[in-house]
């Protein structure tokens, strides 16, 4: 099983950046997915989530209407735009990967720093 996230970096506040995470190993159509993001010194928070049709989505309140979660199953790709980033949503975003049927199946990707910053 694996999750690779890409597509963070540096950008300086009101700016964007999509984040991508492409899976491999399990049946991705079937997760519900999920990104949660940790600064430094803080717990990790979860940021959206999606269910595995991409019908239902949830945020967080703090990136409600800046950030957008998406999937495309037949990728095995999850997605998360972001727009008019503050300094705030500084961390590292993760992956994951959730489904229970019997027992808990919960995958984490390693890790994409965002950086927002003048």
């Known amino acids: 099983v694996q999750l690779v996230e890409s597509g963070g970096g540096l950008v300086q506040p009101g700016g964007s950046l999509k984040l991508s995470c492409v899976a491999s190993?399990?049946?991705?159509?079937?997760?519900?997915m999920r990104w949660y993001r940790q600064a430094p010194g803080k717990e990790r928070e979860l940021v959206a989530r999606?269910?595995?049709?991409?019908?239902?989505?949830n945020y967080a309140d703090s990136v409600k209407g800046r950030f957008t979660i998406s999937r495309e199953n037949a990728k095995s790709t999850l997605y998360l735009q972001m727009n008019s980033l503050k300094p705030e949503d500084t961390a590292t975003y993760y992956c994951?990967?959730?489904?229970?049927?019997?027992?808990?199946?919960?995958?984490w990707g390693q890790g994409t720093q965002v950086t927002v910053s003048s």
């Open positions: 994951n990967a959730f489904y229970f049927a019997l027992k808990v199946y919960d995958y």
């Open positions: 190993g399990f049946t991705f159509s079937t997760y519900m």
């Open positions: 999606i269910d595995s049709v991409g019908g239902i989505t």
